[in-house]
């Protein structure tokens, strides 16, 4: 796993990925909010189901403190995972495509 040696980058990254995916899911009607707390940025998705979707991006230091990973967690289906390696674009896809997923399933 590539590991993000400097906060800025990865923050950066997280930050232009969320507000994007935020924007193209706008633009397709639906209704979004981001919030930056406790060190993550949370996309929170409206849709006709009982609860909001919603896409996390932890920043998480090493123990030594020198690196940060990046981790995604998925509130409504219970997932974890490192998108250290992640570019910008791809992590907008990564948002878009499990939004997708999430909506096209059913309870």
Same mark, same amino acid.
Request: aromatic letters at 14%; a negative charge.
């Given at each position: 796993?590539?590991?993000?040696?400097?906060?800025?980058?990865?923050?950066?990254?997280?930050?232009?990925?969320?507000?994007?995916? &935020?924007? @193209?899911? &706008?633009?397709?009607?639906?209704?979004?909010?981001?919030?930056?707390?406790?060190? !993550?940025? @949370?996309?929170?998705?409206?849709? *006709?189901?009982?609860?909001?979707?919603?896409?996390?991006?932890?920043?998480?230091?090493?123990? *030594?403190?020198?690196?940060?990973?990046?981790?995604?967690?998925?509130?409504? *289906?219970?997932? !974890?995972?490192?998108? *250290?390696?992640? &570019?910008?674009?791809?992590?907008?896809?990564?948002?878009?495509?499990?939004?997708?997923?999430?909506?096209?399933?059913?309870?």
């Amino acid at each position: 796993m590539v590991t993000i040696t400097a906060h800025n980058t990865g923050y950066t990254i997280a930050k232009s990925a969320v507000t994007k995916a &935020s924007k @193209r899911l &706008s633009a397709a009607g639906y209704f979004t909010d981001i919030y930056c707390m406790d060190r !993550r940025f @949370r996309l929170v998705i409206t849709n *006709d189901k009982q609860l909001p979707y919603e896409y996390a991006i932890h920043f998480i230091p090493s123990v *030594d403190g020198d690196e940060t990973h990046l981790e995604v967690f998925l509130k409504n *289906d219970q997932k !974890r995972y490192f998108v *250290d390696d992640f &570019s910008e674009p791809e992590l907008i896809e990564d948002i878009i495509n499990h939004y997708q997923h999430y909506n096209s399933s059913e309870f």
